[in-house]
């Protein structure tokens, strides 16, 4: 165990767990994200790190089948079946109900349904896209010409704990600065030691940013091999990610024909990864629906406007040369040809030099205590809503009059995020560390969003190439 990892036990007694790749070895062959596995760890573990593994195996065959059969046998025999799972809600106008689909147990939506008891009973989380829940099944049997149908009996959202954010600034008070970058990378399931330095422990972290920060537009550009999918597709329930394939204004934004809104009404941020092969029906509508979304977090479609705090996260690969830096000086000659666009570009906010960061590696593997990634995920959500941070930099960050406003906003935007990951226990100027703020928050903001405005100019030479002043008051 190391030094941080003794630590974290220490200041989060109840929180944290203690990564052991023998204990994880019981999800193998489930394609469980990190967060699911950590909830049923600390479940069934002692405060040595000894796991219950017939505990934790008899749960996985109850309420996680890894064979499909399984659930649609159980409920044609009539037992009541209880899942923690995941699940997609589906609005069915035409046929005046609330459907339900989940692919992970063959369950499809026509022949799922969601009663009206339940749907008004949790309004609040049965809208329509993906869940993370505790669900009761039971099967209704054809009744005449009436088919028999699988109905969601209860339902349970999967929020295991309940977090007070004064405890967690409470803890972090416990902890330097240096230190805690390496609790944040732990919480990512990263073994701090396996990176060369801080400028690379921070590169990585800035993935993060999304996650705690409403309507921030990123694009990172990295080698294959560096976990681009798997910090995005395993650390959050609140979050989705988009690896190519087809997308359309109807799945992102609003679909016309059932009346719905699209993924990003409903999650924190969404992916898009390996975004060379992703296609866009209709470029020009996406294009613009993308412009005037990432500009003011609203679309409008027909007559419907679309409201969201969602924010977005490009990703795709780079060409570098032999001393890992990218080939061509124009790092979005690979984009789709719709985000070649300096005018759409402009309106994300920062950039991630992926070739700075490693590629995964077995030293990488976190073998310590850390936070558990399902706390750690509510805790990035809840940060999302705290206003204390946006007040903070806006009173200590100046900028000269004829300042762009989207380049003041965009390092605003990324400076709270950075002061939402690594300063959570400062929330007014006085506690405020002023050299620390400039050096983790506004100098890495003002970089980010420095080679977005630089990539802009180099496709578009009306767009200025140099960052206006801004600095600490």
């Given at each position: 165990?190391?030094?941080?990892?003794?630590?974290?036990?220490?200041?989060?007694?109840?929180?944290?767990?203690?990564?052991?790749?023998?204990?994880?070895?019981?999800?193998?062959?489930?394609?469980?994200?990190?967060?699911?596995?950590?909830?049923?760890?600390?479940?069934?573990?002692?405060?040595?790190?000894?796991?219950?593994?017939?505990?934790?195996?008899?749960?996985?065959?109850?309420?996680?089948?890894?064979?499909?059969?399984?659930?649609?046998?159980?409920?044609?025999?009539?037992?009541?079946?209880?899942?923690?799972?995941?699940?997609?809600?589906?609005?069915?106008?035409?046929?005046?109900?609330?459907?339900?689909?989940?692919?992970?147990?063959?369950?499809?939506?026509?022949?799922?349904i969601i009663p009206e008891y339940i749907v008004r009973q949790y309004k609040e989380d049965l809208i329509d896209g993906e869940k993370w829940g505790v669900i009761k099944l039971i099967y209704i049997p054809p009744i005449g010409k009436e088919k028999g149908y699988i109905e969601l009996a209860d339902y349970k959202a999967f929020r295991p704990y309940k977090v007070d954010l004064q405890y967690f600034r409470d803890c972090r008070r416990q902890f330097t600065t240096e230190e805690w970058i390496?609790?944040?990378?732990?919480?990512?399931?990263?073994?701090?030691?396996?990176?060369?330095?801080?400028?690379?422990?921070?590169?990585?972290?800035?993935?993060?940013?999304?996650?705690?920060?409403?309507?921030?537009?990123?694009?990172?550009?990295?080698?294959?091999?560096?976990?681009?999918?798997?910090?995005?597709?395993?650390?959050?329930?609140?979050?989705?990610?988009?690896?190519?394939?087809?997308?359309?204004?109807?799945?992102?934004?609003?679909?016309?024909?059932?009346?719905?809104?699209?993924?990003?009404?409903?999650?924190?941020?969404?992916?898009?990864?390996?975004?060379?092969?992703?296609?866009?029906?209709?470029?020009?509508?996406?294009?613009?629906?993308?412009?005037?979304?990432?500009?003011?977090?609203?679309?409008?479609?027909?007559?419907?406007?679309?409201?969201?705090?969602?924010?977005?996260?490009?990703?795709?690969?780079?060409?570098?040369?032999?001393?890992?830096?990218?080939?061509?000086?124009?790092?979005?000659?690979?984009?789709?040809?719709?985000?070649?666009?300096?005018?759409?570009?402009?309106?994300?906010?920062?950039?991630?030099?992926?070739?700075?960061?490693?590629?995964?590696?077995?030293?990488?593997?976190?073998?310590?205590?850390?936070?558990?990634?399902?706390?750690?995920?509510?805790?990035?959500?809840?940060?999302?809503?705290?206003?204390?941070?946006?007040?903070?930099?806006?009173?200590?960050?100046?900028?000269?009059?004829?300042?762009?406003?989207?380049?003041?906003?965009?390092?605003?935007?990324?400076?709270?995020?950075?002061?939402?990951?690594?300063?959570?226990?400062?929330?007014?100027?006085?506690?405020?560390?002023?050299?620390?703020?400039?050096?983790?928050?506004?100098?890495?903001?003002?970089?980010?969003?420095?080679?977005?405005?630089?990539?802009?100019?180099?496709?578009?030479?009306?767009?200025?190439?140099?960052?206006?002043?801004?600095?600490?008051?």
């Amino acid at each position: 165990m190391s030094e941080i990892g003794q630590k974290i036990k220490q200041v989060f007694p109840d929180i944290a767990i203690l990564k052991d790749q023998d204990n994880y070895s019981v999800f193998n062959g489930r394609n469980l994200p990190s967060f699911v596995k950590d909830f049923l760890i600390r479940k069934h573990i002692d405060t040595e790190g000894n796991l219950n593994k017939e505990a934790i195996f008899d749960f996985l065959d109850k309420h996680i089948p890894d064979d499909n059969n399984v659930v649609k046998n159980r409920l044609y025999r009539q037992e009541q079946v209880q899942l923690l799972t995941r699940f997609i809600i589906i609005t069915d106008i035409k046929g005046g109900k609330i459907r339900f689909a989940i692919p992970d147990a063959g369950i499809k939506s026509n022949e799922a349904i969601i009663p009206e008891y339940i749907v008004r009973q949790y309004k609040e989380d049965l809208i329509d896209g993906e869940k993370w829940g505790v669900i009761k099944l039971i099967y209704i049997p054809p009744i005449g010409k009436e088919k028999g149908y699988i109905e969601l009996a209860d339902y349970k959202a999967f929020r295991p704990y309940k977090v007070d954010l004064q405890y967690f600034r409470d803890c972090r008070r416990q902890f330097t600065t240096e230190e805690w970058i390496d609790v944040l990378l732990s919480a990512m399931e990263y073994n701090p030691s396996s990176f060369s330095g801080t400028t690379q422990k921070l590169e990585f972290l800035t993935r993060l940013l999304i996650f705690v920060e409403p309507r921030l537009n990123m694009i990172e550009l990295a080698p294959k091999g560096t976990g681009k999918s798997y910090v995005f597709g395993n650390l959050s329930k609140y979050g989705w990610l988009i690896s190519g394939g087809k997308v359309s204004r109807a799945k992102l934004f609003y679909d016309k024909t059932r009346q719905q809104p699209g993924i990003m009404k409903n999650y924190d941020f969404v992916t898009f990864d390996e975004i060379q092969t992703i296609i866009f029906q209709d470029p020009p509508e996406m294009q613009a629906i993308l412009k005037s979304y990432l500009e003011a977090g609203t679309a409008t479609v027909d007559n419907y406007k679309f409201l969201s705090e969602c924010s977005t996260m490009l990703m795709g690969n780079i060409e570098l040369t032999s001393a890992n830096l990218p080939r061509h000086n124009k790092y979005f000659v690979h984009l789709p040809e719709s985000f070649r666009e300096s005018a759409l570009l402009d309106r994300f906010h920062g950039f991630i030099e992926g070739w700075f960061l490693p590629r995964l590696n077995k030293s990488m593997i976190l073998k310590d205590w850390t936070l558990n990634v399902e706390y750690f995920s509510e805790v990035l959500h809840l940060l999302r809503t705290s206003p204390e941070y946006s007040m903070l930099v806006n009173e200590v960050v100046y900028s000269e009059e004829k300042s762009d406003l989207r380049d003041l906003k965009a390092v605003q935007r990324i400076a709270t995020a950075y002061s939402k990951l690594l300063f959570p226990h400062i929330t007014s100027v006085e506690e405020l560390n002023k050299d620390e703020f400039k050096l983790y928050c506004l100098d890495p903001a003002i970089r980010r969003r420095g080679i977005i405005k630089e990539q802009c100019h180099r496709i578009d030479e009306e767009f200025k190439e140099h960052m206006p002043v801004i600095r600490i008051k």
